[in-house]
């Protein structure tokens, strides 16, 4: 099993920047692909990025793209996402999951999420 911890969300002005991290217990973190989610009030929880057990590949929701990274350091079992030019309609909970896919049926470790505000 996995345990997921997100972290560095918080308060910023729209066209800001914020990394979050998702940092992982157990020896094998490197043996599952990472994705990020979010979840504001009223909707559904949605993809935003994912990358492989290397790090290698990645993909993303086209509303994220260019804006968003996913990024990982299996050393430090830990997987980043960094986000520019936050818009106040980024405003969500964040969250990581262990898996590959654009649903949160196609993962299966989470984490409590971390809140991110973006004020306009």
């Known amino acids: 099993q996995v345990h997921l911890v997100e972290s560095g969300g918080g308060l910023v002005q729209a066209g800001g920047s914020l990394r979050l991290s998702c940092a992982a217990s157990?020896?094998?973190?490197?043996?599952?692909?990472v994705g990020w989610f979010r979840q504001a009030p009223g909707r559904e929880r949605e993809w935003l990025a994912a990358?492989?057990?290397?790090?290698?590949?990645?993909w993303y929701a086209d509303f994220v793209e260019g804006r968003f990274t996913i990024s990982r350091d299996n050393a430090r079992n830990t997987v980043y996402l960094q986000m520019n030019s936050l818009k106040p309609e980024d405003t969500a909970v964040y969250y990581c999951a262990t898996g590959m896919g654009v649903t949160a049926q196609d993962y299966t470790y989470w984490g409590q999420g971390t809140q991110v505000t973006v004020s306009s």
């Open positions: 157990g020896p094998t973190f490197s043996d599952y692909a």
């Open positions: 990358t492989t057990r290397t790090g290698l590949s990645t």
